[in-house]
């Protein structure tokens, strides 16, 4: 039982696809605040099954049925960031990366990191948080109510102000004419 989620022609947004894609996935499975982020919970939920064992996090697909393996000697926050990597793979991509070439491997791992980083921190749930006003608290609070690590943190909270900047931008020109 996988979601995939289709916008109208009319869709306007100043978010991504991707954005849009997980509020829409979230949303549609109850996930609505950033405690609710737990990788049974959402696994569970879309049906697909999660097993920890010594090897690499990687996806397989067996009778039509997604399993996610995590490795098991990560910490709880990585386990979440690998968790959300895969689940691109899962939601996103198909078939086996043995045979495909490096460039569209390099490609689908580049999809899964984005993916990564807007499935573990919602732009959504971080649109409804007051930011603290200095950027080492804003960090932490995106670290603990996300459970990612400080570097994770600090990476999205640059691309979420970043985006945030850039919309802001579009609009004041947009006023120009």
């Given at each position: ?111 899964a990191n984005n993916f990564m980083v807007q499935a573990c921190v919602p732009t959504f749930m971080l649109n409804n948080i007051t930011l603290p006003g200095t ?43």
């Amino acid at each position: 039982m996988f979601h995939y989620i289709e916008f109208g022609d009319d869709f306007m947004s100043n978010t991504t696809y991707t954005e849009d894609y997980i509020e829409s996935l979230y949303t549609k499975i109850g996930i609505l605040l950033p405690h609710q982020l737990d990788v049974n919970e959402i696994a569970g939920k879309l049906g697909i099954l999660i097993y920890f064992w010594d090897n690499p996090s990687q996806v397989l697909f067996l009778s039509g049925r997604a399993y996610i393996f995590l490795n098991q000697d990560l910490s709880p926050k990585q386990v979440w960031q690998d968790f959300c990597h895969e689940l691109c793979h899962v939601l996103l991509h198909s078939g086996s990366q043995e045979k495909m070439p490096y460039s569209w491997i390099e490609y689908q791992e580049w999809k899964a990191n984005n993916f990564m980083v807007q499935a573990c921190v919602p732009t959504f749930m971080l649109n409804n948080i007051t930011l603290p006003g200095t950027e080492d608290k804003a960090i932490q609070l995106i670290q603990e109510l996300f459970n990612v690590e400080w570097d994770f943190a600090y990476k999205r909270l640059e691309q979420y102000k970043n985006n945030k900047f850039m919309h802001e931008l579009d609009a004041k020109a947009e006023k120009m004419y």
